[in-house]
T-cell receptor
Framework: DAGVIQSPRHEVTEMGQEVTLRCKPI?????LFWYRQTMMRGLELLIY????????DSGMPEDRFSAKMPNASFSTLKIQPSEPRDSAVYFC??????????????FGPGTRLLVL | GDSVTQMEGPVTLSEEAFLTINCTYT??????LFWYVQYPGEGLQLLLK?????DKGSNKGFEATYRKETTSFHLEKGSVQVSDSAVYFC?????????????FGQGTILTVHP
């Protein structure tokens, strides 16, 4: 398997623009997570899905952020409008389950976002 | 809520030195504990894990023991290599309302010199 795939790897945009980050989880994984990594706040869970349904979005910072998972092989994280403080590395991760041998989360390479 | 505290870095060592990165946690119930490693430009990879008290996780010469009495999960390696240079994250997977969610420490940068 190719692992978790994220695109783009790098994104530079101007304040106020819409940004869409994409993720393809490992085939067969039922859970998908979106994280944000910054120097100030470290790694934060934004939202996670189970079988394409959002389960916990309590980490989404504000209404400018939205995430969807239209099918088992694709998810998007959208920021509209973007602000400089959204600059971070955004990771997607997937896992088979939440317990036992299925609980290991597999991370994608991340999208490095810079909002000017 | 759940939290993880790691020793502050960066940590700089010579090759073949002994490594310890301290990690303590606060959680309700009986969390699973993890160490993830992030190499430059890459995502996080699971290094090792332990799911109950006194379990020892090990991989690639790294070890960590789940100590419930001290709420700790310190990472150790007897002889580090230059290729071990990376950022190391301690994490826990909680229960209750936090079930399934990973809480990460702030990460410790390790640099190993030849």
């Amino acid at each position: 398997d190719a692992g978790v795939i994220q695109s783009p790897r790098h994104e530079v945009t101007e304040m106020g623009q819409e940004v869409t980050l994409r993720c393809k989880p490992i085939s067969g994984h039922d859970y998908l997570f979106w994280y944000r990594q910054t120097m100030m706040r470290g790694l934060e869970l934004l939202i996670y899905f189970n079988n394409n349904v959002p389960i916990d979005d309590s980490g989404m910072p504000e209404d400018r952020f939205s995430a969807k998972m239209p099918n088992a092989s694709f998810s998007t994280l959208k920021i509209q409008p973007s602000e400089p403080r959204d600059s971070a590395v955004y990771f997607c991760a997937s896992t088979l389950g939440l317990a036992g041998n299925q609980e290991t989360q597999y991370f994608g390479p991340g999208t490095r976002l810079l909002v000017l | 809520g759940d939290s993880v505290t790691q020793m502050e870095g960066p940590v700089t060592l010579s090759e073949e030195a002994f490594l310890t990165i301290n990690c303590t946690y606060t959680a309700t119930g009986y969390p699973s504990l993890f160490w993830y490693v992030q190499y430059p430009g890459e995502g996080l990879q699971l290094l090792l894990k332990a799911t109950k008290a006194d379990d020892k996780g090990s991989n690639k010469g790294f070890e960590a023991t789940y100590r419930k009495e001290t709420t700790s999960f310190h990472l150790e390696k007897g002889s580090v290599q230059v290729s071990d240079s990376a950022v190391y994250f301690c994490a826990l997977k909680g229960g209750g309302t936090s079930y399934g969610k990973l809480t990460f420490g702030q990460g410790t940068i390790l640099t190993v010199h030849p």
